[in-house]
């Protein structure tokens, strides 16, 4: 009896032994969380409400090194680049955002460089939002120049910029509905790309002369998702019927049993 | 072709067993909505199996298709959407009815003798069905799938000495591989699935022998009786007509509530999505772990409440039926449920 005892109470303080011991999924975020300093601590807390986060870009992806390894987290051989100087900001953006890079360079904020505007002084270093038209606002171009060349320009891309995100919330329902979105999804996504492309030219003529071709191509898009979107609503239509029936049905199986009883 | 059924009956006898297992099988007249959910599972259940077969024939358990032959099933093969939905809204419509099935038999105490046998079948399919779903769950090999699994395999680790043995054996390997995703896929389609079925017709032959239930509260000798066919199958079909718009409500309408947004990822094992949880039905076992502070302990105290109830008609022998007779267990009863609801609530809001 002792011994069961003995080994009831062992099984139990094994079992207290919390065996959780949760593996780091990102060295970077664990070692900047916990050096508790506020300048270290704020990239990773801006970081996690952008937009990058949201699609599962992490530090690595732009500063380089392992995430999975923190003896060789911030190693020069493991690809570590740490923070770029101020004149490197485009190239280090411009490694994924390649059309948009080629574009900025070619434009008046480009041609203002080493010290002119670039990526983070619209887009912020770590807290990047979803881009949008939203981004050209009188504060923020004010920070350099009148706004009212900036607001031309907004004005021609608005309208695109609604259709897009129109579409891309079209297709989003259908996905959630289940339909494969992700033709649907390439072609917006390609058409976006152009549009953002074309935003950082900033040159009104040549956006207004642009806007047209980027049209016809959501046009494309919209014939398709309009298609699903049929097919969806015809589902719906059907799946009311159904519905419908099987509460009848099963109000005159109610009524049927109500008259049989009352008959025997 | 009165002739032809008159040969046939003449040889098989089908109207004897028609008179003696259906209209001459008389059951009392008061039954109510909650004797009908048995028949709704049995009905759910043969949609299961149907939508699983014809699911079979595209379904291909491989780490690098499943997922692609999930979405060839919802996009190509036609109304492929409408089983995979079905299947997914049946598979979540079977437990909910199967808690009420349950819920409704200890309310009205009808697992007391002589039906013990009903209630420890009940239990075993009730547990059966849920590791059915938990195994059907990681097919899709979706985010959510390989998420959910990953955690739910996770929790025999808690046991001392054996516990890491036990993830290894039931995923086959340390993590959630295809050797998890073959074994999961073997038991879902055959072992489980027949074993259910088994049970099942276990469940119908000592119903069959027992007689059902008359409600509790109930003077037996007063009590009207009416034939089984069709007075009753009729009362049944109106249950069965209710549960099946009721899925075709969602199947139609609200799929997002079996088949959310990380459903429709294929898995990635290298990003853990944010908030992954368990499906509904484990949410409270889920809080419940996360409120007490040792895993192992909270796992323990859960097998010993899941004990008791599986031993209930051992434990509770008192002959009484009437709930309103019984305080003391309607206290426990009502407390237990409104805790359980409550941990769901709270595992899905957290």
């Keep these: 009896m002792k011994k069961v005892k003995f080994l009831i109470i062992l099984f139990f303080i094994f079992g207290f032994y919390d065996i959780l011991n949760a593996k780091k999924e990102n060295v970077c975020i664990e070692c900047h969380l916990e050096t508790g300093e506020e300048s270290l601590m704020k990239p990773v807390e801006e970081w996690r409400k952008s937009v990058h986060s949201e699609n599962g870009i992490s530090c690595h992806h732009c500063h380089g090194g392992d995430p999975n390894d923190e003896d060789i987290a911030m190693a020069p051989e493991a690809g570590f680049i740490g923070v770029p100087e101020y004149e490197e900001i485009p190239e280090f953006c411009g490694k994924c955002h390649i059309g948009v890079k080629e574009n900025y360079l070619k434009s008046a904020h480009g041609k203002t460089l080493p010290d002119g505007p670039n990526c983070v002084t619209c887009h912020t270093a770590h807290n990047q939002k979803k881009a949008g038209v939203y981004l050209i606002n009188k504060e923020l171009c004010s920070q350099c120049h009148s706004y009212e060349r900036a607001e031309k320009i907004k004005f021609a891309l608005l309208s695109t910029e609604k259709t897009i995100s129109s579409l891309s919330k079209r297709i989003d329902n259908l996905w959630t509905n289940g339909f494969d979105a992700e033709q649907m999804r390439k072609m917006l996504f390609a058409t976006k790309n152009s549009f953002r492309r074309l935003t950082h030219i900033v040159e009104v003529d040549y956006i207004l002369q642009r806007t047209g071709d980027i049209y016809s191509e959501l046009g494309k898009v919209e014939n398709e998702v309009k298609e699903k979107e049929e097919i969806l609503k015809n589902r719906n239509i059907v799946g009311a019927f159904i519905v419908i029936f099987l509460l009848i049905s099963a109000l005159l199986f109610d009524k049927l049993r109500k008259e049989l009883i009352k008959k025997t | ?350």
């Design chain 2, 1 to 350: 072709m009165n002739k032809i059924l008159k040969a046939i009956d003449e040889r098989l006898k089908l109207s004897e067993l028609y008179e003696k297992y259906l209209s001459g099988y008389m059951v009392p007249g008061n039954l109510n909505f909650w004797y009908c959910l048995g028949s709704v599972l049995i009905v759910i259940f043969s949609i299961q199996i149907i939508t699983g077969i014809l699911l079979l024939m595209y379904y291909i358990p491989s780490v690098d298709k499943a997922f692609e032959s999930v979405m060839y099933i919802t996009n190509k093969v036609p109304f492929g959407w409408l089983i995979r939905r079905v299947h997914a809204v049946g598979a979540n419509l079977f437990v909910l009815v199967l808690f009420f099935h349950m819920f409704s038999v200890l309310i009205m105490g009808s697992y007391k003798k002589p039906r013990e046998i009903h209630w420890i079948t009940g239990c075993l399919l009730f547990a059966l069905v849920l590791v059915e779903c938990l195994s059907g769950y990681l097919l899709p090999w979706s985010q959510l799938s390989y998420w959910a699994t990953t955690v739910a395999t996770n929790f025999p680790g808690a046991f001392p000495f054996i516990g890491d043995f036990l993830v290894y054996v039931i995923r086959g390997g340390e993590k959630v591989t295809q050797l998890t995703l073959g074994r999961f896929f073997s038991i879902h389609v055959s072992l489980i699935p027949f074993t259910i079925f088994i049970l099942i017709a276990i469940h119908i032959f000592v119903i069959r022998r027992t007689g059902i239930s008359f409600p509790p509260g109930t003077d037996e000798t007063k009590v009207k009786k009416i034939p089984f066919f069709p007075h009753f199958v009729l009362e049944d079909l109106k249950v069965i007509y209710i549960f099946l718009a009721i899925m075709f409500l969602i199947v139609f309408f609200y799929p997002q509530f079996v088949l959310p947004r990380d459903a429709l990822i294929p898995a990635d094992p290298l990003s853990t999505p944010e908030h992954i949880k368990p499906e509904w039905y484990f949410l409270a076992n889920y809080q419940f772990l996360k409120l007490i502070p040792n895993e192992f302990l909270g796992i323990f105290l859960q097998l010993i409440i899941a004990v008791i109830i599986f031993l209930l008609p051992f434990i509770d022998r008192t002959p009484e039926r009437r709930i309103w007779k019984r305080p003391v267990f309607f206290g426990i009863v009502i407390f237990g449920i409104i805790f359980y609801v409550l941990l769901t609530i709270w595992g899905y809001i957290s």
